[in-house]
């Protein structure tokens, strides 16, 4: 799963606060993060997909 900006924003990268531009690489870390504790406890990994709530099963 790949995180995606809104169509008709500008890139979160050429933002001036330091916060901003590195707001994608915390949240594909907090993703991984994620399914790794979903993984070690057997449940499944609630994500959103085209507007609908989605349960992934995690091997």
């Known amino acids: 799963m790949s995180l995606s900006e809104p169509t008709g924003t500008p890139p979160l990268h050429t933002a ?5 531009r590195n707001v994608t690489a ?5 993703y991984e993060r994620a399914r790794e504790v979903a993984r070690q406890t057997n ?3 609630v994500v959103q997909q085209n507007g609908r709530l989605v349960k992934l099963k995690v091997n």
């Open 43 to 45: 449940t499944c990994l």
């Open 26 to 30: 915390a949240l594909e870390r907090a």
């Open 16 to 20: 001036k606060s330091a916060d901003f």
